[in-house]
């Protein structure tokens, strides 16, 4: 009788994690030493981070943020867990680091029915409790449903809900307003809003 053959999975440093990524044909996100693989996105939600990114690019690279999307490494716990959020804003004068955000004051993910769970809960957990961040919006691929949980002046969490293409996001912060029906623009949803 053989004995069972153990499979040991290797643990990453953060360092060896960022290596491979430079080599690597598929993103890892990094959890705790774990690499998790990123896999490819639908056209839709593609559509929906370009129409977002559309909306924030100028104004806030005016106001002195940078908005990357995509395959630009967000670090959330230090050493700890490194993400590739659909839509990150930092400040420029906290963008020394070549491949990760550091400091980010926004984060957008766009969510499916396989992601939402993780979008939701798992890393709107992880999100939130960045002392930089403002701003976390979930935005539905599937169906025109935004969440938005924004940092007060006091430093709780509020949520917001937004349905309706005549709904208005307002990121007070930026003085920026982001309109349902520009997000959800050239989007054939699958499912009515009600």
Do not use: C
């Amino acid at each position: 009788m053989t004995a069972p053959i153990e499979t040991i999975e290797k643990k990453y440093t953060v360092e060896e994690w960022l290596e491979l990524e430079k080599r690597s044909d598929v993103r890892h996100e990094f959890y705790y030493g774990n690499l998790i693989p990123f896999p490819g996105e639908a056209k839709r939600a593609n559509i929906i981070v370009g129409n977002i990114k559309k909306q924030l690019d100028d104004p806030l690279y005016e106001k002195g943020f940078n908005v990357f999307d995509h395959n630009v490494k967000t670090e959330v716990i230090p050493l700890g867990v490194y993400r590739y959020p659909d839509i990150v804003v930092a400040p420029v004068e906290y963008d020394e680091d070549k491949y990760i955000v550091k400091q980010p004051i926004l984060m957008a993910e766009v969510a499916s029915d396989k992601s939402g769970y993780r979008d939701r809960v798992k890393k709107r957990r992880e999100y939130l409790k960045i002392a930089s961040m403002k701003y976390y919006l979930i935005v539905s691929q599937d169906e025109m449903w935004v969440v938005l949980h924004s940092r007060s002046d006091s430093g709780n969490w509020e949520t917001q809900y937004f349905t309706e293409p005549e709904d208005v996001i307002e990121l007070n912060e930026f003085d920026i307003k982001l309109s349902l029906a520009t997000i959800y623009k050239r989007i054939k949803l699958d499912t009515p809003n009600h």
